[in-house]
């Protein structure tokens, strides 16, 4: 027997291993095994991860396989598993994560007797591939990508990859159903909201990109930092699931043949993305220490009262409010919001990165290891190509570029619908007269700042100052 070891490629387009698989003549089995110790921390995933087993499982069984579910460490299961069911060759699609590539040389170095195929990762290319000509690590993402995106044109062939959909109605196995909810949906009802807001699956992702290629990308430079409109593609959860590849994306992009600033900007994300894991699997231990190592010595601020209103959008700023509302409500938050909350919490509260990505790891549905933590590092600027310690996001400001009309933020914050434009980003200002016309408190309608903008941002230049002269 033949066994496809599923990890984070639930689909059937695009799948190395899957492909390779159904060329075999002997039975096929498929396996997925979750390991509850890598979802702890990861709780909104937990509710995508069981929507697209379901559907994947479906997949599978048009292709006559069928999928186990097993809940454990990958490496105890796989090891029994391969003895009691005589598997003769193990095929899987690589992962470029340090954790998950010891596990891929524990494995292979554990079945030395088993044929192991390992299929192209869910990345354009191995993140190895990329040096700079004196053969080290890049950590400017310009120079990085420009090389990257030539590297992959030359060594890669750019196919249309088909959409396969299942339409027949398919029944999962009931065993595994009981699997997914028990030990799969997070406790409680909280995530019922997602549904409102996301179809996880394969076939989704496709009518996704379909209609973003077709409709959005043209506005895309422009309307990807307006979070109140529908400006992006919103694939990321489908990307870090493995339902679409980057390969996927690049092959629409490569058939447009006006490749103007719009799907410039729209590819480039996919370069952050390719950066993002090169600088993880050069530097494994950025996942939980800073790349700038005089930042160890940054004394950082534990104002656990500051934290909770972070996390809770109660800050008093209404777009950094809004974002982590949109973020709870929705598991998923605008880009240009990411850096703006972001940068709030580590430079004008002083609080450390890792409180901010490890909250946005249990929140985020499109959460992935290499994208948060150099996400967040980039906007501490302990990371690589960082912002420099003197770009302080102002809140204020960037609200009023980004969402003039405050539509982002009445959406978000309904208590705050009647304020006007004027002052939508700085409620505290609204003069006694108006508050008292449109019946508007601050104090029992929102809150006040936590912290006075000047002030905060006056001691994080300071700060960050003293750091940099260290």
């Given at each position: 027997?033949?066994?496809?070891w599923?990890?984070?490629?639930?689909?059937?387009?695009?799948?190395?291993?899957?492909?390779?698989?159904?060329?075999?003549?002997?039975k096929?089995?498929?396996?997925f095994i979750?390991?509850e110790?890598?979802f702890?921390?990861?709780n909104?995933q937990?509710w995508?991860?069981?929507?697209?087993?379901?559907?994947?499982?479906?997949?599978?069984?048009?292709?006559?396989?069928?999928?186990?579910?097993?809940?454990?460490?990958?490496?105890?299961?796989?090891?029994?598993y391969?003895?009691?069911?005589?598997i003769?060759?193990?095929f899987?699609?690589k992962?470029?994560?340090?954790k998950?590539?010891?596990?891929?040389?524990r494995?292979k170095?554990?079945?030395?007797?088993?044929?192991?195929?390992?299929?192209?990762s869910?990345?354009?290319?191995?993140?190895?591939?990329?040096?700079?000509k004196?053969?080290?690590?890049?950590?400017?993402f310009?120079?990085?990508?420009?090389n990257?995106?030539?590297?992959?044109?030359?060594?890669?062939?750019?196919?249309?990859?088909?959409?396969k959909?299942?339409?027949?109605?398919?029944?999962?196995?009931?065993?595994?159903?009981?699997?997914i909810?028990?030990n799969?949906?997070?406790k409680?009802k909280?995530?019922?909201?997602?549904?409102?807001?996301?179809?996880?699956?394969?076939?989704?992702?496709?009518?996704?990109?379909e209609n973003f290629?077709?409709?959005?990308i043209?506005?895309?430079?422009?309307?990807?930092?307006?979070?109140?409109?529908?400006?992006?593609?919103k694939?990321?959860?489908?990307l870090?699931?493995?339902e679409?590849?980057?390969?996927?994306?690049?092959?629409?992009?490569?058939n447009?043949?006006?490749?103007?600033?719009?799907?410039?900007?729209?590819?480039?994300?996919i370069?952050?993305r390719?950066?993002s894991?090169?600088?993880l699997?050069?530097y494994?231990?950025?996942?939980?220490?800073?790349?700038?190592?005089?930042?160890?010595?940054?004394n950082?601020?534990?104002?656990?009262?500051?934290?909770?209103?972070?996390k809770?959008g109660?800050?008093g700023?209404?777009i950094?409010?809004?974002g982590?509302?949109?973020?709870?409500?929705t598991?998923?938050?605008?880009?240009?919001?990411?850096?703006?909350?972001?940068?709030f919490?580590?430079?004008?509260?002083r609080?450390?990165?890792?409180?901010?990505?490890s909250?946005?790891r249990?929140?985020?549905?499109?959460?992935n290891?290499?994208?948060?933590?150099?996400?967040?590092?980039?906007?501490a600027?302990?990371g690589?190509?960082a912002?420099?310690?003197?770009?302080?996001?102002?809140p204020?400001?960037?609200?009023e570029?980004?969402?003039?009309?405050?539509?982002?933020?009445?959406?978000?914050?309904?208590s705050?619908?009647?304020?006007?434009k004027?002052?939508?980003?700085?409620?505290?200002?609204?003069d006694?007269?108006?508050?008292?016309?449109?019946n508007f408190?601050?104090?029992?309608?929102?809150?006040k700042?936590?912290v006075?903008?000047k002030?905060a941002?006056?001691q994080a230049?300071s700060?960050f100052?003293?750091?940099?002269?260290?």
């Amino acid at each position: 027997m033949n066994l496809y070891w599923v990890r984070s490629d639930f689909r059937v387009a695009d799948n190395y291993a899957l492909n390779e698989i159904l060329k075999q003549e002997e039975k096929n089995k498929a396996l997925f095994i979750y390991n509850e110790k890598k979802f702890s921390s990861k709780n909104a995933q937990r509710w995508w991860l069981s929507k697209t087993l379901i559907q994947f499982e479906k997949k599978l069984k048009l292709l006559k396989i069928d999928l186990d579910i097993l809940i454990g460490d990958e490496f105890e299961i796989l090891d029994k598993y391969v003895i009691s069911n005589k598997i003769k060759n193990i095929f899987f699609n690589k992962i470029f994560e340090p954790k998950e590539t010891n596990l891929e040389e524990r494995l292979k170095q554990n079945f030395k007797n088993i044929k192991i195929y390992v299929g192209k990762s869910n990345l354009l290319q191995n993140p190895f591939s990329i040096k700079k000509k004196d053969g080290t690590s890049f950590q400017v993402f310009t120079p990085f990508w420009k090389n990257a995106e030539i590297y992959y044109l030359n060594n890669n062939v750019i196919k249309n990859y088909p959409k396969k959909k299942t339409n027949q109605k398919i029944d999962i196995s009931s065993k595994n159903k009981k699997i997914i909810e028990k030990n799969i949906l997070p406790k409680g009802k909280w995530y019922h909201k997602f549904e409102e807001y996301w179809k996880p699956g394969e076939d989704e992702a496709f009518k996704i990109i379909e209609n973003f290629f077709t409709a959005r990308i043209e506005k895309y430079a422009h309307n990807r930092d307006l979070p109140s409109i529908d400006g992006t593609s919103k694939l990321s959860p489908y990307l870090t699931f493995g339902e679409i590849t980057a390969e996927n994306i690049y092959s629409y992009f490569n058939n447009i043949n006006r490749k103007n600033i719009n799907h410039r900007k729209y590819i480039n994300e996919i370069g952050w993305r390719e950066f993002s894991h090169h600088l993880l699997n050069h530097y494994p231990k950025i996942e939980n220490s800073n790349l700038r190592k005089q930042f160890d010595n940054f004394n950082w601020s534990n104002n656990k009262d500051h934290i909770k209103k972070w996390k809770n959008g109660q800050t008093g700023y209404p777009i950094v409010d809004a974002g982590m509302i949109q973020l709870y409500e929705t598991g998923w938050m605008h880009n240009r919001i990411r850096m703006i909350t972001a940068s709030f919490l580590v430079k004008h509260l002083r609080i450390h990165w890792k409180e901010g990505e490890s909250f946005f790891r249990d929140c985020l549905l499109d959460f992935n290891v290499a994208n948060n933590v150099s996400g967040w590092q980039w906007v501490a600027g302990c990371g690589a190509d960082a912002a420099p310690y003197f770009r302080i996001f102002n809140p204020i400001l960037q609200g009023e570029k980004f969402d003039s009309q405050g539509e982002y933020i009445k959406k978000w914050i309904p208590s705050l619908k009647s304020v006007p434009k004027k002052y939508i980003h700085k409620p505290w200002e609204l003069d006694s007269d108006t508050a008292k016309k449109i019946n508007f408190d601050i104090e029992r309608d929102y809150f006040k700042p936590i912290v006075d903008h000047k002030t905060a941002r006056d001691q994080a230049l300071s700060a960050f100052k003293k750091l940099k002269s260290k």
